[in-house]
């Protein structure tokens, strides 16, 4: 099976505590979004916009909402840990979520040490500098430079990863009182800040114009700048299963921090810009900042010669992180101490959020089993994720302690966004696949235009940075590659051994006497077709000096579980003994019985716990007109998603063949088509290599078979070849086929197609609906082609189909 399946359910045995209220996850929320960006990055980003400040944080609130909108949605429906990488797992398939959730993880990780690395700087500014303490002197340890800051991020690091094993409760305990006394600082500077712009209107105002120094350019790069304050409703529905009530908590916490956030980011810019004046003081550290680069101003505009030539914005920008505590003290008395312990709470309050996401996050892939299994183990007292909470916490601590982490986090607004995208775009895969089946506790309006919108104006932001900052977009496609490695390399195999196991059960199994390293799995359902599909397997079999594997599949339904359907099994053990008769003696036979909920699925799992090399299904030879599928939901499903070759025999109760036609236009499908050739050619049929000209180009058709016939000579086989000219390669390969007697066609698959299903493309299907004999349709299979392919279908074409998201909604 490849990842675009749906997969089974959770066992969910490791529930986690729900003691989690709607102003608890709405604290966790507004923890998050206004976290350190609102201490460090508002005078940075000033220095961008200008007064259009207020426009880059409100466009910001504006564009969320769209996206918000989906999480409230999703989140109220499918209230589990994990969100965002949930939601993509069920709509778009395993690969997309493992980078979902490894997007999430890391953004939130780096975040994490760019709080701790704020706690420490923060802290150590406000000793030194106001309670004149001295601390020790940076020194080198292990290739690290480890100073005062680093030793106060570990500090934090640590605290809070203990703060989120102890609980839920006591990790919204703690994030409740440091948001509260952040927020109420906050509303204490805006309302000085207000109290001196009424007072002083047409001074207030002057500083507002004009609007847009920068022009909208500006505008954008403020909101890249900041846009990782508006993500905390993510954070929100990853405490989904520790919530309350959560069909109902999660939307309402979703808008209420919004609410409060964008208002507070919009006040906040209001009284930057017009409570502020220019004085020596700050025009003299602003020059100092400009010289240095200390704080990390880039792209702005140098600062005027004289001060009565510099505006409030120009200044702040220069200022850089100390910006807002800077103008705080002009703004309300003590105001630089104040913002400072304000900002300390903040990061505190920003890391206990993202230590709790990335928790959860990673606690969710473990128990999906694409990280190891010891992520989702839960603490039996405290019943909290607490082998997931310590390593992202070290995770945290290692980033802050051990890497240049300024120039990776430009890369988490891109993470963010990017995991937006494939939320947004799930969401309507979600709503219109099994939006009747789900029970949403909140319904966006609009739909499909809301999510539509969040795509669009995620994906303008997205682009609009890698101009403004090329380095967020090469971190980010870095994180993403190593991810894709850890997918292909470790999750991938883990995962399928996962589902096969919980998919598919053995009953009983008989081996031959002999093991062969090449084996041809042939699932038995009908016995009328079990000789005509032994002899095919066989002879390739033979040829490959392989071994065969019969197998029959008996069916349960869903709702039963498979240690259960033992009793469904006798038929098809009667079935296989029937078809041993048919068995060769020179060509080792096994069967195995096995139970499963889907036929499809279960052959699949099949070929890959035994590692069989090609799949051989029988076909009655009609193609379906109406329904989803296109041989069969069972041909389909094996033929899509098998992780080998396979071939599919159109069973028409006919013996061994005498002439044998191979339609061929070279390629992997018409080297596997070959084969099947050199195989039954092994056995004594005649066999024909035909090419049909489209082009007029006889020559260069000729010259191809004969190069293959003179290849196939070299083997000791002869076959002949024949060139046909026509317009329509299908009714060319049928008259050819009639007129010369052929009892069986052997053909290879056309291209794979992107925005709709092809098996084995128009032609193989045509002959094989409306040729009468024997038709042999091969495919190969082709890893790294597959997984392109089918990553393409389920962004641009149709999504997964998710088979247990009614067994994942839990309330």
């Not at 002439?659 to 018409?670: D, M």
């Not at 049929?685 to 290849?711: M, P, R, W, Y």
Request: hydrophobic share 45%; glycine share 10%; proline share 4%.
């Amino acid at each position: 099976m490849s990842d675009d399946e749906g997969l089974p359910g959770h066992s969910n045995n490791e529930d986690l505590a729900r003691d989690l209220s709607v102003f608890d996850i709405t604290m966790i929320g507004i923890g998050a979004m206004i976290g350190a960006g609102i201490f460090v990055l508002t005078g940075l980003a000033a220095g961008q916009a200008g007064p259009g400040l207020v426009m880059a944080f409100a466009f910001n609130g504006f564009i969320t909402i769209f996206t918000g909108m989906v999480y409230a949605e999703l989140g109220s429906a499918i209230p589990e840990a994990g969100g965002g990488y949930l939601w993509v797992r069920e709509a778009l398939g395993r690969s997309q979520a493992f980078l979902a959730g490894w997007m999430s993880w890391f953004a939130h990780a780096v975040a994490g040490s760019l709080y701790t690395l704020g706690f420490g700087a923060f802290v150590h500014l406000l000793l030194t500098d106001y309670f004149g303490i001295v601390l020790f002197e940076p020194v080198d340890l292990f290739l690290l430079t480890i100073g005062p800051e680093k030793i106060f991020a570990v500090f934090a690091g640590v605290l809070f990863a203990y703060i989120n094993f102890r609980g839920a409760k006591e990790t919204g305990l703690a994030g409740n009182i440091v948001t509260m006394v952040k927020v109420t600082v906050i509303l204490i500077l805006i309302a000085f800040g207000l109290g001196y712009i009424f007072g002083n209107p047409a001074e207030a105002t002057s500083r507002f114009q004009p609007f847009l120094p920068r022009d909208l350019s500006g505008v954008f790069i403020a909101m890249g700048l900041t846009f990782i304050a508006f993500e905390g409703y993510e954070i929100i529905v990853q405490s989904g299963e520790e919530v309350v009530n959560p069909k109902k908590s999660v939307p309402k916490a979703v808008f209420y921090s919004m609410s409060v956030v964008v208002t507070i980011y919009m006040l906040v810019a209001i009284v930057l810009i017009g409570a502020v004046t220019v004085t020596p003081d700050l025009f003299q550290l602003a020059q100092e900042g400009a010289a240095s680069g200390a704080h990390g101003a880039t792209n702005l505009p140098p600062v005027p010669d004289t001060i009565e030539d510099a505006a409030v914005w120009e200044i702040l920008g220069h200022l850089g992180e100390l910006g807002l505590a800077r103008a705080a003290g002009q703004i309300m008395p003590y105001g630089t101490v104040v913002i400072l312990v304000a900002g300390i709470f903040s990061t505190l309050s920003a890391l206990n959020a993202t230590t709790y996401s990335s928790t959860r996050v990673s606690f969710a892939m473990g128990r999906d089993h694409v990280l190891p299994d010891a992520f989702s183990e839960v603490h039996p007292e405290k019943r909290t994720p607490h082998i997931a909470t310590a390593l992202s916490g070290a995770l945290i601590i290692f980033m802050a302690v051990a890497l240049p982490i300024e120039a990776v986090a430009a890369a988490t607004d891109v993470m963010f966004l990017l995991l937006f995208l494939q939320v947004n775009y799930a969401a309507i895969v979600i709503r219109r696949e099994w939006g009747d089946q789900i029970d949403y506790g909140y319904v966006m309006p609009f739909f499909p235009y809301v999510p539509i919108i969040g795509i669009i104006t995620k994906l303008a932001l997205a682009v609009y940075l890698f101009n403004y900052s090329p380095l967020a977009w090469y971190g980010a496609i870095a994180w993403i590659l190593v991810g894709v490695g850890i997918f292909f390399l470790y999750s991938r195999g883990r995962v399928r051994e996962t589902e096969a196991k919980e998919e598919t059960r053995l009953i009983t199994e008989e081996r031959a006497a002999e093991d062969r390293g090449y084996q041809v799995l042939i699932p038995i359902a009908n016995p009328e077709n079990a000789e005509q599909l032994i002899r095919a397997g066989s002879a390739v079999a033979r040829h490959k000096d392989g071994e065969v594997l019969l197998t029959s599949v008996a069916t349960v339904p869903e709702q039963t579980p498979l240690s259960e359907g033992r009793r469904y099994a006798s038929e098809q053990r009667e079935l296989l003994d029937e078809a041993m008769q048919y068995a060769p003696d020179d060509v080792p036979v096994h069967q195995t019985v096995t139970i499963g909920h889907d036929i499809g699925r279960s052959i699949n799992n099949i070929a890959y716990q035994r590692d069989s090399d090609l799949v051989l299904m029988g076909w009655r030879g009609q193609r379906k007109r109406v329904s989803d599928y296109v041989l069969g939901s069972n041909i389909d499903t094996v033929v899509e998603n098998a992780e080998c070759d396979v071939a599919v025999v159109k069973t028409d109760g006919s013996p061994k063949p005498g002439r044998v036609l191979v339609p061929t236009a070279g390629g992997a499908n018409s080297e596997l088509a070959d084969l099947f050739a050199v195989a039954y050619a092994a056995t004594g049929a005649d066999v024909t290599l035909f090419h049909v000209v489209t082009d007029g180009d006889v020559d260069t058709a000729e010259s191809f078979l004969a190069d293959k016939q003179e290849s196939l000579a070299e083997s000791e086989i002869d076959v002949d070849t024949a060139v046909q000219e026509g317009e329509d390669i299908a009714k060319t390969i049928l008259q050819y086929a009639r007129s010369e007697g052929f009892e069986s066609v052997i053909i290879g698959a056309a291209g794979e197609g992107i925005l709709r299903r092809v098996l084995f493309g128009e032609v193989p299907e045509t002959v094989g609906e409306e040729f009468d004999g024997e038709v042999v349709m091969v495919r190969k299979h082709r890893p790294v082609h597959s997984a392109i392919f089918g990553f393409l279908r389920k962004w641009i074409g149709k999504g997964a189909k998710a088979t247990n998201l009614g067994e994942s909604v839990r309330t």
